[in-house]
């Protein structure tokens, strides 16, 4: 049982660049979600997703797309990087209902140049 | 709206000695979940405790303990005897039940537990 993974751990990107991240679970978790974490600013909600198929926009979705065509994996995707999207990425996954604690995977560390 | 504070930016003690994390909240919602998370060095994302706001009891394990108050909307963590292992950023989180979709971070406050 690995819980959350996500890949890569390190990426470094030229502006414009595209790449994508990607977040599986073996949880058998409805929800998932993408978090960036930047320093003083503790972790804010880009995207999440109640199931497979479904996509949502969170706080800070700008220059981000995503996409859950299976129920444990969780694509995060950046089509035109920008400086301003340097940031540590987490994934997390829960199951449905609200009391339930959302489980991050490692993190995923881009710098964009 | 739903916010969280955690008014203390970083902390530093000595070994053995206790150490309180202030968490205050903001919601409008009466039921809702509190969460601490632990964040070491190494940067992943560690759950510690989930505390729903129907119950007010503190709750201890091992040297943690977290105070819930919901007079003051608090929900402070203390780690008693503290060790260089608890040395990472902590943070306090907010889920409301009718907009269970987002998590509310607090900024972390960083803890340095020197030896």
């Known amino acids: 049982n690995a819980g959350v993974t996500q890949t890569p751990k390190f990426r470094v990107l030229k502006t414009g660049q595209s790449m994508t991240l990607l977040c599986a679970q073996d949880?058998?978790?409805?929800?998932m979600y993408w978090y960036r974490q930047d320093p003083g600013m503790g972790l804010r909600l880009i995207h999440y997703s109640v199931g497979e198929g479904t996509t949502a926009k969170g706080e800070v979705p700008d220059g981000y797309n995503v996409s859950r065509l299976k129920k444990q994996n969780f694509l995060l995707g950046l089509e035109s990087a920008a400086p301003s999207q340097t940031s540590v990425y987490f994934c997390a996954s829960s199951y449905s209902i609200p009391k339930e604690t959302q489980y991050f995977g490692p993190g995923t560390r881009l710098l964009v140049l | 709206a739903q916010k969280v504070t955690q008014a203390q930016t970083e902390i530093s003690v000595v070994e053995k000695e206790d150490v309180t994390l202030d968490c205050v909240y903001e919601t409008r919602d009466t039921t809702y979940y509190l969460f601490w998370y632990k964040q070491p060095p190494s940067g992943e994302l560690v759950f510690l405790i989930r505390r729903n706001s129907f119950d007010e009891q503190n709750e201890i394990s091992g040297r943690y303990s977290w105070n819930f108050q919901k007079s003051t909307s608090s929900f402070n963590f203390t780690i008693t005897a503290s060790q260089v292992v608890d040395s990472a950023v902590y943070f306090c989180?907010?889920?409301?039940?009718?907009?269970?979709?987002?998590?509310?971070f607090g900024s972390g406050t960083k803890l340095n537990v020197k030896p």
């Open positions: 989180a907010l889920r409301a039940l009718y907009n269970f979709n987002k998590f509310y």
């Open positions: 949880m058998n978790h409805e929800y």
